[in-house]
């Protein structure tokens, strides 16, 4: 662990600096989920760095309100046609 030295509004201090473990791991969650949103960090690269294993994470994010999937209504139901015309040997799925 590192210590860092940030500009924040007088007003954020009492929430960015939280005593238990579990409200300092949701703040260093929030602050990587941008670039999960941004694809440059993956689920799993992110909880690396927290030190959870990654469906800990997703189930935090999910907790959250943040769902782990990022298809829209109709990408899914692209996905479903593909997926109903496929055959495995021979055979319709």
Request: charged share 30%.
């Amino acid at each position: 662990m590192v210590t860092v030295n940030m500009e924040l509004p007088d007003e954020m201090i009492a929430y960015a600096m939280p005593e238990d473990k579990e409200r300092q791991l949701i703040r260093n969650a929030m602050m990587l989920y941008p670039y999960i949103l941004e694809k440059r960090i993956s689920h799993g690269r992110a909880a690396e760095i927290l030190g959870i294993h990654k469906l800990d994470l997703i189930d935090l994010y999910g907790r959250m309100g943040f769902c782990y999937f990022d298809q829209t209504q109709d990408e899914l139901e692209e996905d479903l046609q593909v997926f109903a015309g496929l055959e495995l040997n021979g055979v319709r799925v």
